[in-house]
């Protein structure tokens, strides 16, 4: 079984930085891409960023790219979102995913293609 465990989340005012890490289980991570995800209150959850099984191929929603980078160790089975210039909107609660699918070259944001979720961790930007 796999679990998914996300951390960093809290409370920072605009501008400041946040870097979330999420702790996976199983002996195959480093074959899985990951991806991040959001959900604000009151709204859809929505795509932020995702990175391939390798590493070498990452992709952003167009709302944070240039100010979140994501990132992933392997021999530690763990990702990383780097949050920089964070703003009131990035308020949310953000969790980590896993590609269902092993070894696809880039990453993905539908939701559908990732079949295990973190419980997620909240995330707050003040003005």
């Known amino acids: 079984q796999v679990q998914l465990v996300e951390s960093g989340g809290g409370l920072v005012q605009a501008g400041g930085s946040l870097r979330l890490s999420c702790a996976t289980s199983?002996?195959?991570?480093?074959?899985?891409?990951m991806g991040w995800f959001r959900q604000a209150p009151g709204k859809e959850r929505e795509f932020v960023a995702s990175i391939s099984w390798s590493g070498g191929s990452t992709s952003y929603a167009d709302s944070v790219k240039g100010r979140f980078t994501i990132s992933r160790d392997n021999a530690k089975s763990a990702v990383y979102l780097q949050m920089n210039s964070l703003k009131p909107e990035d308020t949310a609660v953000y969790y980590c995913a896993r590609r269902s699918t092993p070894l696809r070259l880039s990453g993905s944001s539908r939701e559908g293609e990732y079949d295990y979720w973190g419980q997620g961790t909240q995330v707050a930007v003040s003005s």
């Open positions: 199983g002996r195959t991570f480093s074959t899985y891409g």
